[in-house]
């Protein structure tokens, strides 16, 4: 337990492993590069939203909570965890989406009908402008009609949600000190700012060496600097943590977010298929692909260099690869 820790319940199947990504090493020629297996969390596949929600729902299942409101991307991967997290738990679930009025059934929104989610569609400027208003009207209207909603906002990254990688931090720092393998950076993608504000609130409070680098999948580096100072400062405050943050404690690295949030470039597309065909490892459109994009690019340019050792956060979301964009994008034409 660690100190101040709130409560969780059990959704993940943890610890994840982490090995070597040998023949990706080879091929960049580069640092050495180890994976972190977030996306074998559970839940359907759900990677690193699942440990955020281990914290959320636990508060959600404590206020007596029957119906679970969140937002994201029409193809979110927090939303469609969060809808197959609360069929689990005897929950429903209402999911705000950033998408068209007739969203095709394919990938999350797929699994998001199977269980029978709600799925509330809004404009991209509504989501940019008022998602928080939009999501307590939601919860206003379930009140009236006699239900009982807990909010959980985008990524589940708030203070609470936050622990889920504060604790894996711990949970790296264990199995590093075990393999005998220490690392130099620890990469992952950023795109509500949660994990990174969890992994370096995490590796701070744990001893985890290795500086915590961030590639945005959206927005910018000075968005993400701003939106994960606070979310580490609120969550250190909150919870009364014995850590301080250094004024550089951030890194981010800007200029991956190619066509924008879920729009993927050929060369992105072309990463993907050459981890999955060197690795047999299948990174997601949205976070990971860009995230190992911009590694992979960086090592290119000399950044990180031989002698290193990377360990590259699998953050989940295999079925944003299962759209028709994304399918042709990978294998134009027919089979």
Not at 135 to 152: D, H, K, S, T
């Amino acid at each position: 337990m660690l100190p101040s820790e709130p409560k969780r319940i059990h959704l993940a199947h943890l610890p994840t492993p982490i090995h070597r990504l040998g023949r990706m090493t080879e091929l960049l020629d580069g640092p050495e590069i180890w994976v972190k297996r977030d996306d074998l969390t559970g839940i359907g596949l759900s990677g690193n939203k699942v440990r955020k929600l281990e914290y959320l729902l636990a508060e959600a299942r404590e206020q007596g909570a029957d119906t679970l409101i969140t937002c994201g991307g029409i193809q979110s991967n927090h939303a469609r965890a969060t809808a197959v997290a609360a069929v689990q738990n005897g929950m429903s679930a209402v999911l705000v989406l950033r998408g068209q009025s007739a969203a095709p059934y394919d990938g999350n929104v797929l699994l998001d009908r199977l269980v029978d989610a709600e799925i509330r569609l809004v404009t991209a400027e509504q989501y940019r402008d008022r998602i928080g208003q939009i999501m307590e009207q939601v919860a206003g209207e379930l009140r009236g009609a006699g239900r009982r909603p807990y909010i959980i906002p985008e990524g589940g990254s708030n203070p609470l949600g936050v622990w889920g990688y504060i604790r894996a931090a711990g949970e790296i720092g264990e199995q590093l000190e075990e393999m005998q393998l220490p690392v130099d950076v620890i990469v992952t993608a950023v795109g509500s700012g949660g994990t990174q504000a969890g992994l370096i609130v995490g590796s701070a409070l744990s001893g985890l060496k290795g500086r915590v680098t961030g590639f945005n999948v959206c927005d910018t580096a000075e968005h993400f600097q701003d939106l994960i100072g606070r979310l580490a400062a609120e969550t250190i405050e909150q919870y009364r943590l014995p850590v301080r943050l250094a004024a550089d404690g951030i890194e981010l690295i800007d200029g991956y977010v190619g066509r924008g949030y879920a729009l993927s470039r050929p060369e992105e597309l072309d990463l993907i298929r050459t981890v999955a065909r060197a690795e047999g490892i299948f990174l997601d459109p949205v976070y990971t692909g860009k995230a190992f994009f911009g590694l992979s690019d960086q090592i290119r340019q000399g950044r990180f260099r031989k002698g290193q050792r990377i360990l590259f956060m699998h953050t989940g979301g295999i079925y944003g690869l299962f759209t028709p964009e994304k399918r042709e994008g990978l294998f134009p034409g027919p089979v």
